[in-house]
């Protein structure tokens, strides 16, 4: 057996997002596109996981287990309800949560938006409106000075290109639903702007704060013919955030699996040119998206070992994120925000754990600033358009009793956390 030990201060934690896991975020453009008629939404997230009431035993929950972080969101629906009017009731709980969390002695990550908008923010279009980044750092100004000295680490959006590539370019289901190309540099710009400005309020009242965005990234491959297709598609999904990072005090890293663009090796020249032109770019950034060309299906690739979201197995990502990461800001201190597998059977679980970290072990040997790794998630939660049928959780949550179970992969990764150390054989 062979002790891979990490280093000194590592965080070790799991995560979860409000509107996952609170219930009853009704003031939400969520919840309304839930409802809506005619939704690509499975189920209404309802009553969730009630975390909101039932935050308390989570939180003791997670430090029983050997975590020493846990990454929660703030819900903007909640704290300003309606333009300018902020619900003080609702900083006073969110300020008992940080309390909570601390006095279980793990460290608050608090995510300032983690994808819902108050209604009232996404009826001005949301982060396609000029006025919302500026929006955006007010609330967070609230936040912050409600917190105090309470909170050392914020993230201040959640996958801002997720939301820009599935709300405004509509490339999954995902609210407001817009769809072209206009929209979803548009949104970019807002989201880019509004992390911006949301970091400067946190630097100019707490200046000791870590203060970063989050990242969806995946490890890329491609054929020849879809190598360009392959590199707009990260320059716009993932390479515009991280350089948006420069000037953060870490990146915080999300993968899940890995995606490869094929395309006919003639269409490589093509879509080079195809790429400049507004009209041909939506088709390109389209097909780059069918699910036929990223993350192969059984019916395009039988031998890949697939998740219940339908995405390729693949453990190893991650390092291969952090990696890049790693090259386009060299020295940045990176945090793992979010990993881990959607999986019935939870061998495929500790199967994951344990193959990612020992990727990333080898990261921190070639010397990359990694400072943390935090699962998601803690629970089984609303998995957005999927509803409640993904098991990504740590903890099994029987959503008719509330109750909690954790699982074996939960005792896995919690004692690895323990002990700073991974045993792995060989």
């Not at 000037?247 to 890293?253: A, I, L, P, R, S």
């Not at 697939?306 to 990502?317: I, N, S, V």
Request: proline share 6%; glycine share 8%.
């Amino acid at each position: 057996m062979t002790e891979l030990a990490f280093p000194d201060g590592f965080l070790w934690g799991t995560a979860t997002a409000a509107h996952q896991v609170e219930g009853g975020n009704s003031n939400s453009d969520w919840w309304e596109w839930e409802l809506k008629p005619g939704t690509q939404c499975k189920e209404p997230s309802g009553a969730a996981i009630d975390h909101y009431n039932r935050y308390g035993r989570d939180i003791a929950l997670l430090a029983g287990l050997g975590f020493n972080t846990y990454r929660f969101s703030v819900e903007w629906a909640r704290i300003e309800p309606s333009e300018g009017v902020f619900d003080e009731a609702q900083l006073e709980h969110y300020r008992r949560m940080v309390e909570a969390v601390r006095k279980s002695k793990l460290i608050p990550m608090v995510t300032l938006n983690h994808f819902s908008l108050p209604i009232w923010v996404a009826a001005k279009g949301g982060w396609l409106s000029d006025d919302v980044p500026a929006l955006f750092e007010r609330y967070v100004r609230r936040v912050v000075e409600a917190f105090g000295d309470s909170v050392d680490w914020y993230c201040t959006v959640n996958e801002p290109g997720i939301v820009a590539f599935g709300g405004y370019l509509g490339a999954i289901p995902f609210p407001p639903g817009t769809h072209g190309v206009a929209n979803w540099k548009r949104a970019a710009h807002g989201l880019i702007e509004g992390h911006r400005k949301a970091r400067a309020a946190i630097k100019a009242l707490r200046p000791a704060a870590q203060v970063g965005q989050t990242h969806a990234m995946q490890e890329w491959e491609s054929n020849a013919g879809g190598r360009p297709a392959m590199e707009y598609s990260r320059r716009m999904m993932e390479d515009i955030y991280v350089a948006a990072s420069r000037e953060d005090d870490f990146v915080g890293v999300q993968t899940y699996t890995r995606a490869r663009v094929e395309m006919p090796r003639l269409l490589g020249p093509l879509s080079r040119v195809a790429l400049a032109i507004p009209p041909i770019e939506d088709m390109v950034v389209a097909r780059a998206a069918h699910p036929g060309k990223i993350n192969p299906t059984p019916a395009t690739n039988p031998a890949v070992r697939l998740t219940q979201m339908g995405w390729e197995f693949r453990p190893q990502a991650v390092a291969a994120t952090v990696r890049r990461v790693a090259e386009v800001l060299p020295g940045k201190p990176i945090v793992v925000t979010e990993n881990g597998v959607a999986a019935a059977d939870d061998a495929d679980r500790v199967e994951f754990i344990t193959d990612a970290l020992k990727s990333l072990h080898a990261v921190i040997a070639d010397g990359i600033p990694l400072r943390g790794y935090v699962h998601w998630s803690a629970f089984d939660n609303f998995e957005w358009d999927k509803g409640y049928a993904m098991q990504f959780g740590l903890i099994a949550v029987d959503r008719a009793t509330q109750e909690r179970e954790p699982k074996p992969s939960a005792q896995f990764l919690g004692s690895i956390a323990k002990a700073n150390r991974l045993t792995v054989a060989g």
